[in-house]
């Protein structure tokens, strides 16, 4: 064969190799743009929203969160963080707690003499100060939804007395209702509309939202659908249980909040006295840990940090009161 008909067969051996490649990438794409056209209008708010912010994908977010996916525990930070509605990815986060737990370290380190043990104090301190802040905003965001739910649960009524479906009144509630009770209802109708039976959509927001009067009113919806019933009667009935608790717990977390917070100043009043005190006297301060004394000094502070915590947690015990 000459050598003209073997750079023939070549070329053309790798142009339909190369079709053949440019085949497949097309269908792939064709398949994902179909795909992606069926959803885009249930996600094209929460890309806008993600663009406003300048969020943008990162290799090492992307990498932490493929490892951090495969641990129980990886479930559970994105858990809160949903629980939370913090724009953060789990590699992110815990990247943020690698930061400010190092700053925080090196800080302790520097003012406490360059002390090991106030770097390492520094370092748990700080690394807990992220979580800190989420356990605030779930707290934070479960206290506007509670409040919230009361109103939804009129709009609902309304609407199934006014002859909507269940799924309409939630869809009016995603509309008419503020955030944070929306943007949950949202994701309860996206997720039906998706397909997904309405009970494990309701248990999936009731997984974001742990609220005791959030699951009264989805049990109260999942025995209306398995036995029927009048449910705008009970949700009714459930509104105004749930307002009258809304009542009671505003007028406890008022009677309480002088003893939460009394708790709180008397808790961390020792521990501010003995960073002054190391900070202005710390010859005084070492006479817990110097070696003719170190043993009676480590068994004082374990006895005062044992005390502290107790004391603390009796207060809060103390200013907790069921509903």
């Known amino acids: 064969m000459s050598p003209i008909m073997n750079i023939i067969l070549i070329a053309g051996g790798s142009l339909v190799f190369l079709l053949f490649i440019i085949g497949i990438i097309v269908t792939v794409t064709s398949e994902q743009s179909l795909i992606e056209e069926r959803l885009g209008k249930y996600i094209e708010n929460e890309v806008q929203a993600t663009k406003e912010k300048g969020e943008r994908a990162t290799p090492v977010g992307d990498w932490l969160e493929t490892k951090i996916e495969r641990y ?28 400010v737990g190092v700053g925080v370290g090196a800080i302790s380190w520097y003012l406490g003499g360059q002390s090991i043990l106030f770097g390492i104090i520094g370092i748990a301190i700080g690394a807990s100060l992220p979580r800190m802040y989420v356990k605030r905003l779930q707290g934070q965001r479960l206290l506007r939804f509670n409040d919230q739910l009361a109103d939804m649960l009129n709009l609902m009524v309304n609407g199934l007395r006014a002859g909507y479906s269940t799924m309409q009144a939630m869809e009016a509630v995603s509309k008419e209702m503020p955030p944070p009770i929306s943007d949950e209802f949202r994701r309860v109708v996206q997720e039906m509309q998706l397909g997904i039976p309405m009970e494990r959509a309701l248990d999936n927001l009731f997984r974001r939202i742990p609220s005791d009067d959030l699951d009264l009113v989805i049990a109260a919806m ?102």
């Open 222 to 323: 999942n025995v209306q659908r398995e036995v029927g019933g009048n449910l705008a009667e009970i949700l009714d009935t459930i509104s105004h249980t749930i307002r009258e608790r809304i009542r009671i717990k505003g007028e406890i977390r008022v009677l309480t909040s002088q003893v939460i917070y009394s708790g709180r100043f008397l808790s961390s009043l020792p521990a501010i006295i003995s960073l002054v005190l190391w900070l202005i006297n710390r010859p005084y301060m070492m006479q817990f840990f110097n070696p003719e004394t170190r043993t009676i000094g480590l068994i004082a502070l374990s006895l005062a940090v044992i005390l502290i915590i107790s004391g603390y947690y009796i207060m809060t015990r103390i200013a907790n009161i069921e509903v």
């Open 72 to 99: 129980t525990w990886g479930a559970k930070i994105a858990r809160d963080l949903a629980r939370a509605d913090l724009k953060l990815r789990m590699g992110e986060y815990l990247a943020l707690m690698v930061i």
